[in-house]
């Protein structure tokens, strides 16, 4: 049976929220704006990053199924594993928490809330990660008698842009994130491994201040920098290696990342040219960045100073995507909003985004920056001061 959390003042409730209480008050506003323009009575959330934006719930243990229902109208109510009602009331301001028992059924318990709340049309999110195709159709099966329509998206429309509390956190964790990568530089040298280097980024970003990453480093060298998202496999640098880094930090799970490069010796001469263009792209990217433009021109802007130089076959993605709250396994927020050719939405102060601008001799070496930026009202504020240049050790 599904437990029901008396409601009221309960010891702990919020003293674990990352933002005060009308912070979320303000956010689940926004939403019933939406859920009542669409028509729908409530707004069922199963993803971790859109139940922590909505009330500021998060654990470890969002493997096991979570819902947030949001009324078109009244307070939320939070389902959870009865294990997590404690951290549940700790990390959100909630009143209404219930709970199902480790042997039962959560679609059944969702089910038992869903009947106690009565909705005639019931919004679902269609886009997360952590209800299996399975469990969707058991739910569909188990509220059959409440009409369903599709509401994924109305909450990354409104994560895009960052409060000014978000923007805070945000600085802080990419503060964290120029920590862990200056460790990392600094160990760089040969005989060191990839793990010594790995372990010496993430210390130094953890030392600084951050919390859970949402993904591990990458930190890959020699050959295997030549392979996307490689990471540290226990090999030791040498002289004439390439070395690539990438980290994302956290500050109550809003993730801010960065990327360099390094060499040890002298860089080929096809190296330099590529780590040239690279930088000149990311400038270019930059420098184009302000309110009202398409994000497809950013990514257009870079992809044109990369085809110049004849690194076409070398850059085959997007030139960057948001950034804000994330949970494993993914640090940003690119399934939200990307900088990509086609992106029509146009850029609006309080974005940030992620730049990484990476060219590869692919299985050979790979040479790449990256920033990741606020959306200003007259263009973008940088959020570390790390020279751009390959790092040579």
């Known amino acids: 049976m599904t437990d029901l959390i008396e409601s009221g003042p309960l010891l702990g409730t919020g ?3 990352v933002f005060p209480q009308a912070e979320f008050a303000a956010r689940i506003r926004a939403l019933q704006n939406r859920i009542v323009a669409e028509g729908a009575d409530a707004l069922l959330l199963t993803g971790p990053e859109n139940i922590f934006w909505a009330c500021g719930r998060q654990t470890a243990g969002y493997f096991a199924f979570q819902a947030l229902v949001v009324p078109a109208g009244g307070e939320p109510v939070l389902l959870v594993r009865q294990l997590e009602t404690t951290g549940a009331r700790a990390s959100t301001w909630l009143t209404d928490i219930r709970a199902y028992q480790d042997g039962e059924s959560p679609v059944e318990a969702l089910a038992a809330l869903m009947r106690s709340l009565a909705p005639n049309c019931l919004a679902l999110e269609r886009r997360g990660w952590f209800v299996s195709p399975e469990m969707s159709e058991q739910i569909s099966r188990e509220i059959a008698d409440i009409a369903l329509m599709d509401g994924s998206g109305w909450v990354e429309d409104l994560r895009a842009v960052k409060s000014p509390r978000e923007l805070v956190a945000i600085r802080k964790a990419a503060s964290y994130a120029q920590s862990g990568m200056e460790a990392a530089i600094a160990v760089c040298t ?3 491994s990839e793990n010594d280097v790995a372990a010496a980024m993430m210390a130094g970003a953890i030392s600084a201040g951050s919390e859970a990453m949402a993904m591990e480093p990458l930190v ?5 920098s030549g392979i996307p998202h490689a990471t540290w496999r226990r090999r030791k640098l040498v002289d004439g290696d390439g070395i690539f880094l ?3 930090a956290s500050h109550e799970r809003y993730h801010a990342a960065l990327m360099r490069s390094a060499w040890i010796g002298r860089p080929p001469d096809a190296a330099q040219r590529m780590m040239s263009c690279a930088e000149r792209a990311l400038d270019a990217a930059l420098a184009a960045m302000r309110p009202g433009v398409p994000c497809a021109e950013i990514h257009n802007t870079a992809q044109a100073v990369i085809d110049a130089e004849g690194y076409t076959a070398a850059f085959r993605k997007r030139v960057g995507y948001s950034m804000g709250v994330a949970f494993a396994p993914d640090w940003g927020e690119g399934a939200i909003l990307s900088l990509f050719s086609n992106v029509t939405r146009r850029l609006e102060p309080g974005m940030v985004f992620h730049l990484p601008v990476t060219l590869r001799d692919y299985g050979q070496f790979t040479v790449g920056v990256s920033e990741t930026v ?8 940088p959020l570390s001061n790390l020279p751009r240049q390959m790092t040579l050790r």
């Open 15 to 17: 003293s674990e929220a």
């Open 190 to 192: 040969p005989g060191v």
């Open 220 to 224: 890959s060298s020699g050959s295997r």
């Open 246 to 248: 990438e980290l994302a």
């Open 374 to 381: 606020i959306v200003t009202p007259s263009g973008v504020e």
